[in-house]
């Protein structure tokens, strides 16, 4: 069974950081993609990065580029979202999600919870 379990979301002042992890388990993690989504309940949602399977590509929204830096631990099976001066607009619920199936995602994590005020 496809697993992922995101964790490391928490409540953080306007300028701080916090790295998500995501623990992949029931398949073999180094082979797939991933991605970094969050959901607003005003924006919906909104992709927010993405890794190739090695590691070796990486990608961003322009929003969050310079600030957050997703990696992976390929011998771990996780996923990272290292997110620094963090704002506001940052608040949100993210998931990681598997790339793959006839849509961009066929397996999603739970969700973490970020909120960014003072």
């Known amino acids: 069974e496809v697993q992922l379990v995101e964790s490391g979301g928490g409540l953080v002042r306007p300028g701080g950081s916090l790295k998500l992890s995501c623990a992949a388990s029931g398949f073999t993690f180094s082979s797939y993609s991933m991605s970094w989504v969050r959901q607003t309940p005003g924006k919906g949602l909104e992709w927010v990065s993405a890794?190739?399977?090695?590691?070796?590509?990486?990608t961003y929204r322009d929003s969050v580029k310079g600030r957050f830096t997703i990696s992976r631990d390929n011998a771990k099976n996780t996923l990272y979202l290292q997110m620094n001066i963090l704002k506001p607009e940052d608040t949100a619920v993210y998931y990681c999600a598997r790339v793959g199936g006839p849509s961009p995602y066929d397996y999603w994590g739970q969700g973490t919870q970020v909120t960014v005020s003072s």
């Open positions: 890794i190739n399977s090695g590691g070796s590509t990486t």
